[in-house]
């Protein structure tokens, strides 16, 4: 059996703290969102469930960064979720 996997924000040494990860399903619901963290850690992160319910199929993701040098700015993308 795998492991578990988390979709979160990876960061180099410029980066102050992730302000807030926000993922979305299809439709636009707010699936899991987390705000004020530290990058790196992988267990802050979206686990790929939602209400304790597994989910799969292409979801949006937005996030805003954080810089050591007071900057914030915004991510965002996709992510698929197989299982």
Do not use: C
């Amino acid at each position: 059996q795998f492991g578990h996997y988390y979709f979160t924000g990876y960061a180099g040494p410029a980066v102050r703290q992730i302000n807030f990860l926000r993922v979305y399903d299809r439709w636009g619901s707010l699936l899991f969102e987390r705000k004020d963290f530290q990058p790196n850690d992988p267990y802050l992160g979206w686990d790929g469930t939602y209400k304790g319910e597994k989910m799969s199929g292409v979801f949006t993701w937005y996030a805003v960064v954080g810089f050591l040098d007071g900057r914030d700015v915004e991510f965002s993308g996709d992510v698929t979720v197989l299982r």
